[in-house]
């Protein structure tokens, strides 16, 4: 069966995407287009294949359909700019098969003006052919939240910001077959400053609740009763809670290397969170001291190295950073997570406890980084000769906590 639609890019992107076309009864092409991240189970991937989705190595076979979306990973650089070396690859390879009347989506993060000034080219120099006229182009926001069984792609609105109007109504008739509403921006540009605004507000208030937490804690006030609180107002307020740091995909982006205006407000926004895994290293040299321990030598097991609940995803995780400041104060690190089988910092194997009572009974410190259903936290919190819960997720008084 020819299929209709080619999801360029099988990441945490991309899947979900491929995921929704076909229980939308679209036959599907998955093309990768580098070490990706995303992945399914068997039985996921079974149902897949059965409702219409095919994988393929062949770049040909893009040429055969009728919508493209460009879903590669733009992982942040140094200078904490979005790495378009996926997109560019995806856009070359489509470009030479391109045939006219193709919708060209992208939904990768990118900058404001990416789809016009940067994709565009890429795309009419391999083909020949001349986006608005000859072949439509758009952006849409991803709008992805890995975990999420409530808001699903189907139930999701999605934003459209096409080159020309044609171009908005034609990427607005391939995403009406998946979800509820399609919402119609000005252009490219506006739909790509969705993204920003979103990824963003994310950052900005996770490092409101972070520098609340901090400053709580130096009070002697529960941050998280605070929070329990303020979340009954039904208005003016969405709760957002603390943690060790700040991880995921979508990153927080100011602008300052793209069009030489800073947003101030997301550069602190940064600065704070990227604090966090420092202060929770503060915090657990504080309590080792307390009890007569030093930081140095402390066996000390952490709890979930992933960036969200229930996920194998560690993408920005701050398990990292805290891991390898606590080697270099000379502690003893082990980790335990139901969802990582192994795992690595800076390439330096970090030991696996098998049985997680017995770890958190003989390590002199256990920090609860991520809140896994199946942690029993009342147990644990009898086990651990000391246990710091940057989560908020132990019953009050059952831990320290952040």
């Known amino acids: 069966m020819p299929a209709d639609l080619a999801v360029i890019g099988l990441g945490h992107l991309g899947l979900p995407l491929a995921q929704a076309a076909v229980a939308a009864g679209i036959p599907t092409l998955g093309y990768k287009t580098g070490p990706e991240g995303g992945s399914l189970t068997p039985a996921e991937l079974r149902r897949m294949l059965s409702g219409g989705f095919r994988p393929t190595t062949n770049p040909a076979e ?49 900058h404001p003006g990416t789809t016009e000034d940067f994709l565009r080219p890429l795309l009419e120099e391999g083909s020949g052919l001349r986006a608005g006229r000859d072949f439509h182009l758009a952006y849409s926001p991803s709008r992805v939240d890995p975990g999420n069984r409530d808001f699903t792609p189907a139930n999701t609105p999605k934003v459209i910001g096409g080159l020309t109007p044609a171009c908005t109504e034609s990427a607005a008739a391939f995403y009406g077959r998946l979800t509820d509403k399609v919402v119609r921006a000005r252009g490219p540009r506006e739909a790509e400053t969705v993204q920003l605004l979103e990824n963003n507000y994310r950052h900005v208030n996770i490092a409101l609740v972070n520098e609340m937490a901090v400053l709580c804690h130096d009070l002697g006030v529960d941050v998280w009763d605070v929070i329990r609180c303020a979340e009954t107002k039904p208005f003016g307020f969405q709760a957002f809670r603390p943690g060790p740091g700040v991880g995921g995909h979508g990153i927080a982006q100011d602008l300052a290397g793209h069009s030489g205006r800073t947003l101030r407000m997301v550069e602190l926004a940064q600065q704070v969170n990227s604090h966090m895994p420092r202060y929770v290293i503060q915090r657990a040299a504080t309590l080792l001291n307390e009890h007569g321990k030093s930081a140095r030598a402390a066996r000390v097991l952490l709890l979930g190295v992933t960036y969200k609940p229930d996920l194998a995803d560690q993408q920005g995780t701050p398990a990292h950073e805290i891991a390898l400041r606590l080697m270099e104060l000379g502690a003893t690190v082990s980790y335990h997570d139901p969802h990582i089988p192994a795992w690595n910092v800076l390439g330096r194997p970090v030991p696996r406890a098998d049985s997680l009572y017995e770890a958190a009974a003989d390590a002199d410190l256990t920090i609860l980084l991520q809140q896994h259903r199946t942690y029993d936290l009342q147990g644990l919190s009898v086990k651990a000769q000391l246990l710091l819960d940057t989560r908020g997720a132990t019953p009050t008084g059952a831990a320290h906590r952040l």
């Open 62 to 110: 893009l040429g055969r359909v009728r919508t493209a979306v460009i879903c590669a990973p733009t992982p942040p650089v140094p200078d904490g700019t979005p790495d378009l070396g996926q997109v560019a690859s995806a856009a070359r390879t489509l470009a030479e098969r391109l045939r006219p009347h193709t919708t060209v989506i992208l939904e990768s993060p990118v």
